[in-house]
């Protein structure tokens, strides 16, 4: 009984404490763009840092990956997905946006997993879930099109951009759900991905003419990017571990965890203050995080999605 209850509740406490790490990250990225640290810059050292953080723990762990052209195509997808775009797309919109207004802009991630996992068969359509998602979108409607939610009305377009990079962590989730091998793990997939991130970012950062290297020993950005870069690792690595077990849109509500942390960070670093308008967007996401929560029974099938998959390729 008990441990049937521990089964349960353990996704629970991995999606709590990545939520907790990834909405610190977005003012750490305030700090370090606002410090005058590059946004490509910033994302190359993340995967950089993050990758060998990794290697180290596969070393430690005797941690082996079968190569194989799936392999190579999966961490390709998640070096795109969920690497270069969102990190790209947060850093440029960091220096434009409140740390605890950008971490609202990941609501997107379960509600466009949703959408994309009905017509594919992975979810059921339910109507409260279907609420919680309505839910969802109206926090985003909120901050954006009241005229007085924002100090600054110029940060909309910004805000639509990081919006951009919680699209490809939806299609991300999707990706690994179903073709990410149950066996294979999550830790070597994610190391891969930051090393493939880093071969196709620094040849766009050279090209824009950002600096790559670092002060050393690290000044207030290089603590940031040393802080994101090991949330980047253990976070992002427990992120992919969750949506193994639990599937992708129960993965994806890690997003509203995040948005809370995000908001208070956001206020306990640079003493960030709301408008009523923000706040019941947290609100609408809190109405919506209870009711686009999958039950127990439709959590635990939600694991088997990418063996459905398989299944339905093979008949």
């Not at 740390?99 to 339910?126: D, R």
């Not at 009241?146 to 989730?173: D, K, Q, T």
């Not at 965890?257 to 208070?264: C, H, I, N, P, R």
Request: aromatic share 12%.
């Amino acid at each position: 009984m008990i441990w049937n209850t521990l089964r349960f509740l353990f996704p629970w406490f991995l999606i709590l404490g990545m939520g907790v790490a990834w909405g610190l990250s977005f003012s750490l990225a305030k700090v370090a763009v606002n410090h005058g640290t590059a946004p490509l810059t910033l994302t190359v050292w993340q995967s950089i840092i993050a990758g060998i953080l990794l290697l180290v723990l596969m070393f430690l762990r005797k941690i082996r990956l079968p190569f194989s052209k799936n392999l190579l195509w999966l961490c390709l997808v998640i070096a795109i997905c969920g690497f270069i775009i969102p990190g790209v797309s947060l850093y440029y919109a960091a220096p434009h946006v409140q740390a605890g207004v950008l971490s609202i802009t990941v609501t997107l991630v379960p509600i466009l997993t949703y959408a994309i996992s009905i017509p594919f068969g992975f979810e059921k359509p339910e109507f409260k879930r279907i609420l919680g998602l309505v839910f969802g979108t109206l926090a985003i409607l909120l901050i954006v099109i009241p005229e007085n939610s924002l100090p600054e009305p110029e940060a909309v377009p910004w805000i639509l951009l990081s919006c951009l990079g919680s699209a490809f962590y939806s299609l991300e989730g999707i990706v690994i759900a179903t073709k990410m091998p149950e066996k294979l793990n999550p830790i070597g997939v994610a190391c891969i991905g930051n090393f493939l991130a880093v071969i196709f970012l620094l040849p766009l950062l050279y090209g824009s003419g950002q600096q790559m290297s670092l002060n050393w020993p690290p000044d207030t950005a290089g603590l940031a990017i040393f802080g994101i870069s090991f949330i980047s690792a253990i976070a992002y690595t427990l992120y992919i571990y969750v949506i193994k077990i639990t599937g992708p849109l129960f993965a994806s509500q890690s997003a509203y965890v995040v948005t809370l942390a995000g908001v208070f960070w956001g206020m306990a670093i640079f003493e960030e203050e709301h408008s009523v308008w923000v706040w019941a967007s947290l609100l609408s996401m809190m109405a919506g995080l209870a009711l686009v929560t999958p039950r127990r029974k439709s959590a635990e099938l939600s694991s088997s999605v990418g063996l459905g998959l398989e299944n339905k390729n093979s008949s």
